[in-house]
Every structure is written in structure tokens, then in C-alpha cells.
């Protein structure tokens, strides 16, 4: 079993930053694929920023320039540093990781319960 359990995240005024942090733990062999996602009521969880294994990034247009994604694979932990927020920007933040666990051949993705950002005056 994988846990995913993410921090960083609370209320900020617009133009601020937040780093939010998201760690795996569990019988993991490897971690490839990880991301964050974002997700208001009534909405659809969108894609915020990706990143692969070997460090190769993906954005979404919204926050480009503004959000950075990186990871520790050292530590199983993926980051996103959030800068100049905005009040588009609240939501709930989601982490997830596409996981190999021990003795096992697939990889599954597992998802953080989420964190909320609030970016707001």
C-alpha cells in the first residue's frame, strides 16, 4: 500500500508563494510519473504541473512562469513551488504518483488526499 501525504498548503494574499510538498511512502521499488492536479467545487480535477523521471516538466498555460514542479527522488517527494498566486489559483491540491510497489510488475497511480491553497485579500 502507498501513502501519498502532501503539506504546504493554507491561505496566502495575492501575489505571494506557497511550497507545497507531497511524500510517498509504502514498499515502493520506483516512482516514475508525479504531478499535481487542482480541483474546485463542481470542476473537473485539472492538470497543474507534471514531471517524469527523469526530470522532463509539463505546465499548465494558467500557471506557467508562475508555479515550478520539482522532486527528491531521494526522499519519494515531489514539490510545488507557487509563486505570484493568484485568487484563480485557490483550490484543492492534489498530488499524484504513478508507483511500482516490491514484487510487483504494474504501476498504479496513487493520489494524495489533498491540500488546500486559498489565495485571497
Known amino acids: 500500500q502507498v501513502q501519498l501525504v502532501e503539506s504546504g498548503g493554507g491561505l496566502v494574499q495575492p501575489g505571494g508563494s506557497l511550497r507545497l510538498s507531497c511524500a510517498a511512502s509504502?514498499?515502493?521499488?520506483?516512482?516514475?510519473?508525479m504531478g499535481w492536479y487542482h480541483q474546485t467545487p463542481g470542476k473537473q480535477r485539472e492538470l497543474v504541473a507534471a514531471?517524469?523521471?527523469?526530470?522532463?516538466?509539463n505546465y499548465a498555460d494558467s500557471v506557467k512562469g508562475r508555479f515550478t514542479i520539482s522532486r527528491d527522488n531521494a526522499k519519494n517527494t515531489v514539490y510545488l513551488q507557487m509563486n505570484s498566486l493568484k485568487p484563480a489559483d485557490t483550490a484543492v491540491y492534489y498530488c499524484?504518483?504513478?508507483?511500482?510497489?516490491?514484487?510487483?510488475?504494474?504501476?498504479?497511480?496513487?493520489w494524495g488526499q489533498g491540500t488546500q491553497v486559498t489565495v485571497s485579500s
Open positions: 514531471i517524469t523521471s527523469r526530470g522532463s516538466t
Open positions: 509504502g514498499s515502493i521499488s520506483s516512482i516514475y510519473d
Open positions: 499524484k504518483a504513478n508507483v511500482q510497489l516490491i514484487l510487483m510488475i504494474r504501476r498504479d497511480d496513487y
